[in-house]
């Protein structure tokens, strides 16, 4: 089983930033990715960026120049800095973990980002 906990998150207005983690236990095989999607009301979920075990990453267009992933691989834990945020913004933001070879998908419970003036 493994367990996906997220923290970070909240209320900010817009131009400013936050900063989510999360942090990846239990029976964990080699991962592939570590990410962070995110999904608004009425919208479906969205890819906002991964960082895969090479250490490539992946942004979606609309989050690139002005957040930042940052992995490490030793403690299993990822970060996405958030900065110029946008009131297009707001949404849920779920962690997210890809196992290697089986491309099996685990979820974190999810953290409000609320971006308002």
């Known amino acids: 089983q493994v367990q996906l906990v997220e923290s970070g998150g909240g209320l900010v207005q817009p131009g400013g930033s936050l900063s989510l983690s999360c942090a990846a236990s239990?029976?964990?095989?080699?991962?592939?990715?570590m990410g962070w999607y995110r999904q608004a009301p009425g919208k479906q979920r969205e890819l906002v960026a991964t960082?895969?075990?090479?250490?490539?990453?992946r942004y979606s267009d609309s989050v690139k120049g002005r957040f930042a992933i940052s992995r490490d691989s030793s403690k299993n834990t990822v970060t996405l800095q958030m900065n110029s945020l946008k009131p297009e913004d707001t949404a849920v933001y779920f962690c997210?973990?890809?196992?290697?070879?089986?491309?099996?998908?685990?979820w974190g419970q999810g953290t409000q980002v609320t971006v308002s003036s």
């Open positions: 997210n973990l890809v196992v290697a070879g089986t491309g099996i998908m685990h």
């Open positions: 239990g029976s964990i095989s080699y991962i592939y990715s």
């Open positions: 960082a895969k075990s090479d250490g490539s990453t």
